[in-house]
């Protein structure tokens, strides 16, 4: 029995301990100090939806071989575009945020095949390559909504051309699913239509991943010398999990900013792949396995950690971002222990 | 003879073709932005003097195999906290400058230290990792300067903290204290400084080609050719620099009044003096070795572990000092964003110059802090001409910067997936 619970807790890390110890003593800080225990739940629940898509984006990533995806802003940056083009175009209530998705997606699935090719020439460095493409990207984008020709004036910047900092919308798909069959229960809100969402996403991947062509994916990117003795195409299955990865990024961010009220544009996204990186992490992904259920847990800590971290600051040391501070060395410092582990597992 | 030369000059734009790029770039740009030629002169030369140290900081840990140096933001702040502690003790003038290089030596050593140990334990992904240690750093930093000084940690100087005592300052002024404290100790102006470079360059041209006449080398006619409009481009700035003191009051005033820290080009060529002898010593031996095969270098006896945090020591040092000096010379600080953006530009500008990953010197760096910094300096202006719009030249350069870093670790990553595909065969 004893065993039993040491292999358990070796199983799940050092570091995912200490992440989950963290979060349960800020739950009860939260809880002690009585600092509104219930909105500060509803916050952690809502974050856990809001991100969850994006960390999602890691596992068809992972699974094919192409590591952790630290270029995913390039789909935040499709989806955030398809966003604003719906917007654009005048599409009011669901149907906004649905063509929203799917014009990011169309966008993601094209600038992820792209990338998926160029992930093929570099194999071997895809994670450092991955994070200036990212980068590069989102600068190239700035100039792309300076000069995006834009009629609608909710949209424009109010002097000249281009697109705004932030896009409100309120008027458009603004918090759709955060109130879509959402519960109260005890002062704690509940987005129950907003999981159910997030859990069809994570059904859909497990069919795919199930299926034939799931499946032929994860021996290309398990082992890629297997694959080739088996005659399954190695680079085409990469470029499938990065498009795939892609894809989720572009509707995520979507999810991410209809829970968030604004389409955040110009350098916003820069480094909200890193997010998603140390989610995942935390949930106990490796650079070369990664599941639903690592980003089920993962995103609950991280954001949960997240959303307690600011009201618990906010007591601890008055007007500050301590919040802040914590998010930067919880996530960097969460990436820094996956990559020392890469080694051991080859 | 005439095709083997030209063979020889497709192979020298072959070999430079990056430099040559951006050296077209950077005309392009200069042209375009219609900036004075006075006020590019002394953009660039100020650039040079405040960033070069940092950039030569990156050339041990590439030849050494840990790659570009993502983490010498953390040698910045190991700079940036000497500076904070040095002044707020009141010093002023010289010592300061000597206290902070005092001071962040040890901090700098055990930085480097650390990021060295991690380093071995990620070998393989040494710049992604480099690269996020400087992320979670600058956690920890800002975790130490925003909430344990004034609470933990006792500070003397209440007037760069922030009102309620607790925390630094997030901007602060070093006016009359720090600022200038090695400029000053040997400076020119522009004004003169422009004088010597020209005729120094204008002898250093003629010595050259008398050299060439009586050597009479028989290197082919393109080639020739190439180096003496070399040659001659070089007579010609020369001659237009010295020319350039006799222009309007305005650019005069720019040439005259700015300081040109003589002080700091020392200490930048110090550094690449020590660049150059390092490599000749037996530590030297061991870096190139480590870098080329690790195996090779464990099999002939070289601790590889130790060489390489003797690397990122080394690194580290050097980019807390060019912080030091980048500092004095600006005379203000953001506490808690001065580093941030140091390694991008760094790497990037030694990318500029020719460099790879794998492969870096002084030539490099110096060519590529001049011309990175003249694309850089003149990019808002290019923006404003191009596109009536400032902000659209703030996000090319950005988007260059990243741009540059982007392409050459592809190009580097390609070489590697070859060369691997090839051994394998």
């Known amino acids: 029995m004893n065993e039993k619970i040491i292999g358990g807790l070796k199983r799940f890390g050092s570091a995912r301990l200490i992440i989950s110890l963290f979060f349960i003593a800020l739950l009860v800080i939260t809880y002690v100090l009585d600092l509104s225990f219930a909105a500060t739940v509803s916050d952690v629940l809502i974050r856990w939806c809001m991100n969850f898509l994006l960390v999602l984006a890691m596992v068809p990533s992972v699974l094919s071989g192409c590591g952790l995806n630290f270029a995913s802003t390039l789909g935040i940056c499709c989806g955030l575009l398809g966003g604003v083009l719906s917007l654009e175009f005048g599409f009011t209530g669901v149907m906004s945020l649905i063509m929203a998705a799917i014009f990011g997606s169309v966008f993601a699935a094209v600038i992820g095949g792209i990338y998926g090719k160029l992930l093929n020439y570099i194999k071997g460095s895809e994670m450092m390559i991955a994070t200036y493409v990212g980068f590069a990207f989102v600068s190239l984008m700035c100039i792309v909504w300076v000069f995006l020709p834009i009629t609608n004036d909710s949209l424009r910047l109010a002097m000249g051309g281009g697109v705004r900092l932030n896009v409100e919308l309120s008027a458009t798909f603004g918090e759709m699913l955060n109130n879509f069959l959402a519960v109260e229960i005890g002062g704690i809100t509940i987005p129950v239509g907003f999981m159910l969402v997030c859990a069809a996403f994570c059904v859909l991947l497990r069919l795919f991943l199930n299926s034939r062509a799931g499946r032929l994916m994860q021996v290309a990117g398990e082992n890629p010398k297997f694959a080739k003795a088996l005659d399954i195409s190695v680079n085409r299955n990469r470029i499938l999990g990065t498009i795939l990865s892609m894809v989720l990024s572009a509707i995520g961010i979507l999810f991410y900013a209809q829970s968030y009220g604004f389409l955040q544009l110009y350098t916003a996204p820069l480094r909200m792949s890193f997010l998603a990186v140390a989610a995942v992490l935390i949930g106990g992904a490796t650079t070369r396995r990664a599941s639903i259920g690592n980003v089920v847990l993962g995103t609950l800590l991280f954001n949960g950690i997240l959303a307690m971290s600011t009201p618990v600051a906010n007591a601890l040391a008055p007007d500050s971002n301590l919040a802040e501070i914590v998010r930067i060395i919880v996530s960097n410092g969460i990436i820094v222990y996956a990559l020392t582990k890469i080694k051991r597992e080859v | ?425």
């Open chain 2, 1 to 425: 003879m005439q095709e083997k030369s030209t063979a020889r000059l497709k192979a020298v734009i072959k070999k430079y073709n990056v430099v040559i790029f951006f050296i077209i770039l950077a005309i392009a740009a200069y042209i375009v932005s219609g900036v004075a030629p006075t006020v590019f002169l002394q953009e660039i030369a100020s650039r040079f003097c405040r960033n070069t140290f940092q950039v030569l900081a990156l050339i041990i840990p590439v030849i050494a195999g840990l790659g570009l140096n993502f983490s010498i933001v953390i040698g910045a702040m190991a700079g940036q906290m000497a500076v904070i502690h040095t002044v707020s003790f009141g010093i002023t003038g010289f010592p300061s400058f000597l206290v902070s290089v005092l001071i962040s030596t040890p901090l700098a050593i055990l930085f480097g230290f650390l990021v060295g140990k991690v380093l071995n334990k990620t070998k393989g992904n040494e710049m992604i990792t480099s690269m996020i240690l400087g992320y979670l750093a600058n956690g920890i930093y800002q975790f130490i300067y925003l909430y344990l000084i004034g609470t933990a940690i006792p500070f003397p100087d209440k007037s760069m903290m922030n009102d309620n005592g607790i925390g630094i300052k997030s901007s602060l002024g070093f006016d009359g204290t720090f600022r200038y404290s090695l400029t000053d100790v040997w400076n020119t102006t522009l004004y003169d400084f422009v004088l010597i470079a020209g005729i120094a360059a204008l002898v250093c041209v003629v010595i050259y080609l008398i050299r060439a006449f009586m050597k009479k080398k028989k290197s082919g006619i393109p080639v020739r050719i190439a180096q003496y409009i070399g040659c001659a481009v070089i007579a010609v700035l020369a001659v237009f620099l010295i020319i350039l003191r006799q222009v309007s009051f305005q650019a005069q005033f720019v040439m005259k009044f700015v300081k040109f820290p003589l002080s700091a080009v020392i200490c930048i060529l110090l550094l690449c003096l020590f660049n150059t002898w390092i490599f000749k010593t037996k530590l030297g031996h061991n870096f190139r070795a480590v870098g080329m095969n690790q195996q090779v270098a464990m099999v002939s006896g070289i601790n590889v572990n130790r060489t390489r945090i003797i690397a990122m020591i080394l690194s580290t040092v050097f980019a807390a000092w060019g912080q030091i000096i980048r500092l004095q010379d600006i005379g203000t600080m953001n506490t808690y964003s001065a580093h941030e953006q140091i390694a991008l530009l760094a790497v990037a500008a030694i990318l500029v110059g020719g460099a790879s990953v794998v492969k870096a010197s002084n030539k490099n760096a110096l060519l590529g802090i001049i011309l990175f910094h003249a694309i850089f300096a003149v990019s808002p202006q290019v923006g404003t001409a191009l596109f009536a719009d400032s902000q659209v030249g703030e996000y090319f350069r950005v988007f260059l910067a990243y741009g540059i870093i982007f392409v050459a670790l592809a190009m580097n990553a390609v070489q590697q997936a070859k060369q691997s595909k090839e051994r394998k065969r």
